[in-house]
């Protein structure tokens, strides 16, 4: 992957015949979202939201990490703030659910379609439960991962959101 990152969310995206196979689900699901963010393709990976936020030259709190948990015999996506670590006691008690427990990578893979370092919120076989750190909410612009470890795109709190259907929640206590 050669293409040089922008984190101009209005900069032109990657040619969708040149993404990773599994970002071109993300790319469709932002179309049918009417998301204008487009997927860019990062020279190094962004496995983790301090790698990516170096690599977009933004706030590590402005990454919208994608994590899967299972709750209740489902899985659960948690989309939080690169700087915040969910804590999975006081995000199952907000929610009135049983435990919250990490899925496995496999698990991982079985719902989203996705590898860990890369899972986006959107384009998965079927629709996750979702919550949204209200955390994100103090970003003007989020970054998030386009299915591949190597594929970024941005959009808006409102935007994440909408894509997701998701519940806005706080993902950790005081």
């Known amino acids: 992957?050669?293409?040089?990152?922008?984190?101009?969310?209005?900069?032109?995206?990657?040619?969708?015949?040149?993404?990773?196979?599994?970002?071109?689900?993300?790319?469709?699901?932002?179309?049918a979202a009417g998301i204008g963010g487009a997927v860019r393709v990062l020279p190094d990976s962004a496995r983790t939201a301090a790698e990516a936020a170096s690599a977009l030259g933004c706030e590590v709190g402005a990454i919208a990490n994608s994590l899967v948990f299972f709750c209740d015999g489902e899985p659960l996506l948690v989309m939080t703030s690169g700087s915040h670590r969910v804590d999975t006691a006081f995000l199952a008690e907000h929610l009135g659910t049983g435990p919250i427990g990490r899925a496995s990578a496999q698990q991982v893979r079985t719902a989203t379609g996705q590898a860990i370092g890369g899972v986006a919120p959107a384009g998965h076989p079927a629709p996750l439960r979702t919550v949204v750190?209200?955390?994100?909410?103090?970003?003007?612009?989020?970054?998030?991962?386009?299915?591949?470890?190597?594929?970024?795109?941005?959009?808006?709190?409102?935007?994440?959101?909408?894509?997701?259907?998701?519940?806005?929640?706080?993902?950790a206590g005081g």
């Not at 209005?10 to 689900?25: F, I, K, M, Q, Y």
């Open 1 to 31: 992957m050669t293409a040089t990152p922008s984190t101009d969310p209005s900069a032109p995206a990657a040619d969708p015949a040149g993404l990773p196979e599994r970002s071109r689900p993300v790319v469709a699901a932002l179309a």
């Open 133 to 171: 750190d209200t955390a994100l909410a103090a970003h003007p612009v989020l970054w998030a991962a386009a299915g591949h470890p190597h594929t970024v795109f941005p959009l808006t709190y409102q935007e994440l959101l909408r894509l997701t259907g998701g519940e806005p929640a706080p993902v």
